[in-house]
Nanobody
Framework: QVQLVESGGGLVQPGGSLTLSCAAS????????MGWYRQAPGKQRELVAI???????KYADSVKGRFTISRDNAKNTVYLQMNSLKAEDTAVYYC????????WGKGTLVTVSS
């Protein structure tokens, strides 16, 4: 059974930093992308960052220069380093693994507030 376990969310002040982690366990074959999406209250889920084939990355315009996605293939783990956080980054962040099937984590809440 495949599981994606996210961690690292929480409350942070504007301008602060957080690092999210997502560890994938179980039999996952043919992973070609791992990424992070987010959904703010009343809004649709949106792509935040994705890493494709372990080296190609893509970011939402709103987070470019502030967020960095990385992947540890040995651990089947994807990270999202978030710096200079803003109130508008407040959302539930979801991990996604694209392989022979599409897998989602349960989400971790990030709240940016003073």
């Amino acid at each position: 059974q495949v599981q994606l376990v996210e961690s690292g969310g929480g409350l942070v002040q504007p301008g602060g930093s957080l690092t999210l982690s997502c560890a994938a366990s179980g039999s996952i074959f043919g992973i070609y992308a791992m990424g992070w999406y987010r959904q703010a209250p009343g809004k649709q889920r949106e792509l935040v960052a994705i890493i494709i084939n372990s080296f190609s990355t893509k970011y939402a315009d709103s987070v470019k220069g502030r967020f960095t996605i990385s992947r540890d293939n040995a651990k089947n783990t994807v990270y999202l380093q978030m710096n200079s956080l803003k109130a508008e980054d407040t959302a539930v962040y979801y991990c996604n693994v694209a392989a022979s099937m599409n897998y989602w984590g349960k989400g971790t809440l990030v709240t940016v507030s003073s």
